[in-house]
C-alpha cells in the first residue's frame, strides 16, 4: 500500500504534517476527516510512486487512465493566475447566486473558459466534487492555485450554507488587495526605472565619451595637470574599463546574496524593517501592510472562520515579517484568553488609531465591520502616500540627473579653458 505525505489544519487552526498509507488520496482524505483535520496538501511519499506505477499497471482501464493523468500532472502543474482567479471566483458566485448547483456551474466555466490552466484545474475540481468530495477538499488538490485563505473560506461557506456569499465576498478582497498591491508596485516602480537609465546614461558615458576626451586632453594639454573633478571622472572612467568585469561579477554577487539573505528568517526580518520605516517609501509599505492585515482579518472572521484559525492565516499571509511575528504575539495572547488590542499595542508594530478601533469593535461585537472600516482607511492613505511620493520624486529625480550628468559634463569641459587659451597665445 503506498504512503501519503499530508498536510492539514487541526481544530485550532495549526498545520500538521505527517505520513500515512492508504490505497488512494481519497482515503487520506477520509482518514484525516475522522481526526477532526481538513487536508491543504496530499501528495505521493518519496519512493512510494513505483508502488503506485505497479499498482496501476496490474488494474484495468481506469487506473492505466489514472496513471496517465499522474503522468500529465508530474510534467508541471497548471496554475490560476491570481487575476484570473479573481475573475473565476466572481463568475462562480454568480452563478451560484442564480441557483445553480455547484458542479453544474463549474462545468460551466469550464467549459466558457479559454485558459488551459483553469479549463484543467476547474475540470478537476469539479470531478471531485461529483465523486464525493467537498468544494473545500476538491480545491485543496491545488495549493499552488487556491492558498490557506481561499481554502478556508470556502470551507466557512460550506459550513454556513452561503457559499455564494462568501464567493462574492472573496472575489471583492481578491479585487482590493489586487489594486493596493498595484499602487504600491507602481509606486516603487517609477523611481526604479528612473535611476536604471541614469545608471546607464552614467555608464556609457564613462565607458565611451570620457576615454575619447581623456586622449584629447592628454594631446593639446601638453602634460598640464587636469582640475580636480576630472582627475576623478578620468579614474572612474579608468576603473570601469579596465574591471568592468569585476563590476558585473559585483553585482550579481550582491544580488544573488541579497536574494539568500532575505529567504532567512533574520535576512527577511531585516528587510522589512528597512522597508517599513525608509524615509519616502516606509509609509506606503507600513500602511498597504496594514491594510492588507485588517482586511484580512475582517474578511475571514466575517465568513466565520475562528479567530485563532484567523489569525494563524493572516500570519502566514501578510508578507512582512514584523506583522508575522506581530500577530504571533497577538494568537499567543488571545490564546491564553485575552483580547487583540492589548498584545497588538504591545507589539508597537500597529498605530494607535489601529488599536482604538479594534478595541471598539472587540467591544462592541462588530470586529470584522470596523476591521473593513480600517482596511478603507488605509487604502486612502496608500492613495495619499503613493500621489505625495509621485509629487516629490519627480524633481528630485531631475535634480540627481542633473548632477550626474551635468557633473561629469562640467568634468569634460573644463580643460577645455585651458586648451582654448594655449591655442589663443
Known sequence: MPSYQYSAMDSSGKERKGITEAANE?????????????????????????????GAAGSGGKAKKASKMNMNISLGPMVIKPKQLTIVTRQLAILLNAGLPLIRALRTLERQSNDPAIKKILGEVATGVEGGATFSEALSQHPKSFDKLYLNMVRAGEASGKLELILDRLAMFMEKAAKIAGKVKSAMVY????????????????????????????????????????????????????????MIGGIVALVIGFKLAIKTKLGKYGWDYFCYNVPLFGPIVSRSAISKFSRT???????????????????????????????????DAVKEGETMAAPLDATKVFPAMVISMIEVGEETGRLPEMLETVANTYDEEVDNAVGALTSMIEPLM????????????????????SIIENLGG
Open 297 to 331: 482579518l475582517g474578511t475571514l472572521m466575517g465568513s466565520g472562520v475562528p479567530v485563532l484559525q484567523s489569525l494563524n492565516i493572516v500570519k502566514e499571509t501578510a508578507g512582512n515579517q514584523l506583522i508575522s511575528d506581530a500577530i504571533q504575539k497577538v494568537h
Open 398 to 417: 531631475i535634480v540627481g540627473l542633473a548632477v550626474i550628468v551635468g557633473g561629469i559634463v562640467i568634468a569634460l569641459f573644463a580643460p577645455l579653458v
Open 191 to 246: 523611481p526604479i526605472v528612473v535611476l536604471s537609465i541614469a545608471g546607464l546614461i552614467g555608464a556609457g558615458l564613462m565607458v565611451f565619451i570620457v576615454p575619447k576626451f581623456e586622449k584629447i586632453f592628454k594631446e593639446l594639454l601638453n602634460g598640464k595637470p587636469l582640475p580636480a573633478i576630472t582627475e576623478a571622472v578620468m579614474a572612474v572612467s579608468n576603473f570601469m574599463q579596465n574591471h568592468i568585469f569585476v
Open 26 to 54: 481519497a482515503e487520506v482524505t477520509a482518514i484525516l476527516k475522522e481526526q477532526g483535520m481538513f487536508p491543504t496538501s496530499i501528495k505521493l511519499a518519496h519512493g512510494a510512486n513505483g508502488a503506485k506505477r505497479a
